[in-house]
């Protein structure tokens, strides 16, 4: 296990140095952010980010993420202009020995909660999903300005995308994900950067937008879209285990073992009555999910993969990007350190 820490480059509140004080951090995942999304990253930009991280004693061998425009997405005419630009963000990457870069393909958004400082018993603040408050919500209706939406849409743009994701439908999804790994996969071998898709947060349909990276059947049929050990997952807890349909342990276990897990986001949720579910402490009884069960499946499949604790709550005011202030992250990853020394100290001890 290769322990890491998102930053959000040099805007981040959250001090790099800092980072690097959390004990057994070896990487920083970062990605380039004043790009437009679809366009070339410029190998100075790369370098000089890498730089950065590599004067903080830290590697640059994980990208999250590299965006995937929506016209790839949609299938739409010009996707092969900006998957052609994809491939060379994978080469320019690798040649700054980037190891995995993690992307998604949801429509849209990349993710949606109703709240994001939701205030819990302790006084602490957390990103939240609240049935009842989502279903209010109309992201065409022009005024609402939604956590996580990238406000950059105009109106008629969400419109357009909305219709266009609608004649798409979810196996469109597939065929253009397909289409996609396809073309991207081979170029990934060739530079040895192994990408890993991160699930859909959360795994189930928002607003009518299709969303297809949400169960173990569609982790599935993922990975035999192109079977290959650089096609693989970002395997996110919180996300997949946001819908109690998934066993987390039991999907984890069986991804480890076929070694196409590439990059571990770990983080608990507490899962509500009714479906939604609030973000929590890493410490396994304070949500639904068993990190102690998570990290134990993980070494016994020998993970030697990325992982970095996911999303935190906000604590101890500190204020800053919601889910990435540096103190209740540096808990959960002390909490998952302290979880797998345990663990590879009993193994030897075992004499396996
Ligand atoms: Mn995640």
């Not at 996707?79 to 190891?99: F, H």
């Not at 990325?306 to 999303?311: E, V």
Request: net charge negative; aromatic share 12%; proline share 5%.
């Amino acid at each position: 296990m290769k322990l890491s820490f998102r930053w959000y480059g040099n805007d981040d509140p959250v001090k790099i140095n800092y980072i690097k004080q959390i004990p057994t951090m070896e990487s920083i995942v970062t990605a380039i952010y004043d790009v437009p999304v679809g366009e070339v990253w410029p190998m100075d930009k790369i370098n000089s980010l890498k730089e950065t991280v590599g004067k903080a004693g830290l590697k640059f061998d994980v990208i999250e993420s590299v965006p995937v425009h929506e016209d790839i997405k949609l299938g739409n005419s010009n996707r092969d202009r900006y998957i052609e630009n994809y491939k060379q963000n994978i080469i320019n990457l690798g040649k700054a020995g980037v190891k995995v870069i993690c992307y998604n393909f949801m429509p849209v958004f990349d993710w949606t909660r109703s709240q994001l400082d939701k205030e819990l018993d302790d006084g602490s603040t957390a990103l939240v999903f609240y049935v009842d408050q989502v279903d209010k919500m109309d992201p065409l209706d022009g005024e609402l300005s939604l956590p996580g939406w990238d406000s950059s849409y105009t109106k008629e743009d969400l419109k357009d995308l909305f219709e266009g994701y609608e004649k798409v439908g979810e196996e469109g999804l597939w065929s253009n994900l397909e289409y996609f790994l396809k073309e991207i996969i081979p170029v990934a071998e060739a530079n040895d950067v192994k990408m890993a898709i991160h699930p859909d947060d959360p795994p189930w349909p928002i607003f009518g937008l299709p969303r297809i990276i949400t169960t173990e059947e569609s982790l599935d049929r993922f990975l035999n879209l192109v079977d290959s050990k650089y096609n693989g997952l970002t395997f996110c807890t919180g996300s997949l285990g946001s819908g109690s349909f998934n066993d987390v342990p039991k999907l984890i276990d069986k991804y480890a073992a076929q070694e196409k897990i590439h990059f571990m986001h770990v983080r608990n949720v507490k899962l509500l009555d009714d479906g939604g579910f609030e973000e929590s402490a890493h410490y396994s009884s304070y949500g639904s999910l068993d990190i102690v069960e998570i990290m134990k499946v993980l070494h016994k499949n020998n993970f030697d993969g990325y992982l970095r604790p996911d999303h935190g709550r906000m604590i101890w005011g500190e204020t800053g990007r919601p889910g990435y202030g540096l103190y209740d992250r540096a808990l959960g990853a002390m909490y998952v350190v302290g979880i797998w020394e345990t663990l590879e100290k009993s193994y030897k001890k075992r004499g396996k």
